[in-house]
């Protein structure tokens, strides 16, 4: 038997099953940095959207973002960052992945993570352009938080619906 040196979870292994296993879990954290990234830039563009939308609501007043300049960059950048801060959320799914499950339904994650980050964000970027007052990160960090207890809670447990078996399809109808 040959030892093998998986190089991604940095473990020396000659147990062919256990490499199988570690190469597995590579590839669902590399799932994981995969969607972390995704779920971010999504709700970076949502934010972005949705301040510009609350600043056209107030009557695009010179304060959120400069007339005619800004509105695409803030997008953007917005995009961008939330791309890096999915980063982040994706080493924090890994472990919520350790601790759960190995399998997280990344689908209900997204929709519950984006569900709940558009209108709080409404919310939030509305108030604080109405008031004049900027909140640093602070919309962001409260996204980031809602999202990871979506995640927490959401993220694993049984199946909605069993999967159709052999011994289940074949029984007789009712």
Not at 46 to 71: K, M, S, T, Y
Not at 126 to 151: G, K, Q
Request: proline share 5%; charged share 15%; aromatic share 12%.
């Amino acid at each position: 038997m040959v030892p093998r040196l998986c190089v991604w979870t940095m473990t020396y292994s000659d147990d062919p099953q256990r490499q199988a296993r570690s190469d597995l879990s590579a590839s669902r954290r590399r799932l994981h940095v995969v969607f972390g990234i995704l779920l971010g830039a999504s709700i970076g563009f949502a934010d972005g959207l949705v301040g510009l939308h609350a600043w056209f609501l107030l009557g695009r007043p010179d304060f959120f973002v400069r007339r005619n300049w800004g509105e695409g960059l803030h997008v953007i950048c917005l995009t961008y960052g939330g791309a890096l801060t999915g980063l982040i959320y994706a080493f924090l799914l890994d472990s919520i992945a350790r601790r759960r499950g190995p399998k997280l339904r990344l689908g209900y994650i997204y929709s519950g993570s984006v569900a709940v980050a558009i209108p709080v964000l409404f919310c939030i970027h509305y108030l604080s352009i109405a008031n004049r007052t900027m909140p640093f990160l602070f919309p962001e960090l409260i996204v980031f938080v809602l999202s990871l207890a979506v995640a927490w809670l959401i993220g694993s447990g049984p199946r909605l619906r069993p999967r159709a078996t052999d011994s289940s399809a074949n029984n007789t109808q009712r």
